[in-house]
């Protein structure tokens, strides 16, 4: 009896994890496309998104912008970053408005039956964008971001845990 209680407990172990539900940051940045991030709450993953998922990323030397459109169960949200400095890898780069900083975000949340969300960030609030790899030769880029954006109203919404690993 000893042993099935033993047995029973060491299963119970190593199968629970506090983050069973969400994928981790791929360690191989590699270009796989993939992007995760909460919104407000709302975890939005291209892992389970369905056929509505645009994930798209311009990069040059003097300009990025990455585009994620993710949707599940009839609940949408978009995220755009734009960013006209020249971006480094190892760098964590703050996400404002025009005039403190020279990468912005803009984020949408939307839905047959959910209020349209729209917001950006602003010169006073906002958030931070780390380049975890930028690599030119084989156009790849992975980042890990969060940020607050507001709407016209000045509600203020959290994107959070962000991360994408994408081809460009």
Same mark, same amino acid.
């Given at each position: 009896?000893?042993?099935?209680?033993?047995?029973?407990?060491?299963?119970?172990?190593?199968?629970?994890?506090?983050?069973?539900?969400?994928?981790?940051?791929?360690?191989?940045?590699?270009?796989?496309?993939?992007?995760?991030?909460? /919104?407000? *709450?709302?975890?939005?993953?291209?892992?389970?998104?369905?056929?509505?998922? #645009? !994930?798209?990323?311009? +990069?040059?030397? %003097?300009?990025?912008?990455?585009?994620?459109?993710?949707?599940?169960?009839?609940?949408?949200?978009?995220?755009?970053?734009?960013?006209?400095?020249?971006?480094?890898?190892?760098?964590?780069?703050?996400?404002?408005?025009?005039?403190?900083?020279?990468?912005?975000?803009?984020?949408? /949340?939307? *839905?047959?039956?959910?209020?349209?969300?729209?917001?950006?960030?602003?010169? #006073? !609030?906002?958030?931070? +964008?780390?380049? %975890?790899?930028?690599?030119?030769?084989?156009?790849?880029?992975?980042?890990?971001?969060?940020?607050?954006?507001?709407?016209?109203?000045?509600?203020?919404?959290?994107?959070?845990?962000?991360?994408?690993?994408?081809?460009?």
């Amino acid at each position: 009896m000893k042993k099935i209680i033993v047995l029973v407990t060491f299963f119970a172990f190593v199968s629970c994890s506090s983050d069973d539900d969400q994928k981790q940051f791929p360690l191989t940045m590699n270009g796989s496309n993939s992007v995760e991030y909460t /919104f407000n *709450g709302k975890r939005m993953s291209s892992f389970d998104s369905d056929d509505a998922k #645009e !994930i798209s990323s311009v +990069i040059s030397v %003097s300009e990025q912008m990455i585009l994620m459109k993710l949707g599940k169960n009839d609940e949408y949200s978009r995220v755009s970053i734009f960013s006209s400095a020249k971006l480094e890898e190892g760098k964590t780069y703050s996400i404002k408005g025009n005039l403190n900083s020279n990468i912005k975000a803009h984020s949408e /949340f939307y *839905g047959p039956n959910i209020p349209y969300v729209s917001c950006s960030t602003n010169n #006073e !609030i906002g958030g931070t +964008i780390t380049i %975890s790899k930028l690599d030119f030769p084989n156009r790849i880029i992975a980042a890990r971001f969060s940020f607050d954006c507001a709407d016209d109203k000045g509600n203020i919404y959290a994107v959070r845990d962000g991360w994408f690993d994408l081809k460009f």
